[in-house]
């Protein structure tokens, strides 16, 4: 069974950061492009990032490029984002989600909130 | 970048009819590379169809996708009470990935 769950999510003042996890298992996970998306509640999807399988190229959407970095750890079958400089606006569910041709998997999602 | 719309932004049907949602591209996408995700209320999203029209493993045939280019369009035949859902279509054509802004199917 393919599973990815994300966990590091929680509540973080302006300015801090945080690192979120996404732990995968039943696929092979270093075939994979991997992203991260994020859902404010009750808004839709937005894209931030992703990593090429073997992780030497990385992309990122303009919102995030300087603040959020995506990693990877094909022995572990981990993927990572650490996000720096977090505003108010960041406040949402991170998701990570597997290739898309390969079986478009998602994670249950955890929780950002950005609050003094 | 590519800038998804999708249409319409709601859809009210009834169990057994059918819905045909629309999602149209600013400019081609290259091989198809158009997905759609279901989200039900308080989950996750999940991947229906990707390449424009292959279903995702273990979904219903019920599902399906077409079209090519810039026009997309996905189908459920006899909605179930379980589909009524949010959905997103997202290309996938290289990096800087964008998704729709949803359709929302309710009774």
């Known amino acids: 069974e393919v599973q990815l769950v994300e966990s590091g999510g929680g509540l973080v003042q302006p300015g801090g950061s945080l690192r979120l996890s996404c732990a995968t298992s039943g696929f092979t996970f270093s075939s994979n492009w991997m992203h991260w998306v994020r859902q404010v509640p009750g808004k839709g999807l937005v894209w931030l990032c992703d990593i090429t399988p073997d992780g030497s190229r990385t992309a990122y959407a303009d919102f995030v490029k300087g603040r959020f970095t995506i990693s990877r750890d094909n022995v572990k079958n981990m993927l990572y984002l650490e996000m720096n400089s977090l505003r108010d606006d960041d406040t949402a569910v991170y998701y990570c989600?597997?290739?898309?041709?390969?079986?478009?998997?998602w994670g249950q999602g955890t929780l950002v909130t950005v609050s003094s | 970048e590519i800038v998804l719309t999708q249409s319409p932004d709601t859809l009210s049907l009834s169990p057994g009819e059918r819905a045909t949602l629309s999602c149209r591209a600013s400019q081609i996408i290259n091989n198809n590379q158009l997905a759609w995700h279901q989200q039900r209320p308080g989950q996750a999203p999940r991947l229906l169809i990707f390449?424009?029209?292959n279903r995702a493993s273990g979904i219903p045939d019920r599902f399906s996708g077409s079209g090519s280019g810039t026009d997309f369009t996905l189908t459920i035949n006899g909605l179930e009470p379980e589909d009524f859902a949010v959905y997103y279509c997202?290309?996938?054509?290289?990096?800087?990935?964008?998704f729709g802004p949803g359709t929302k199917v309710d009774i």
């Open positions: 997202q290309e996938y054509d290289g990096s800087f990935l964008t």
């Open positions: 989600e597997s290739q898309i041709s390969r079986g478009g998997h």
């Open positions: 390449g424009s029209s």
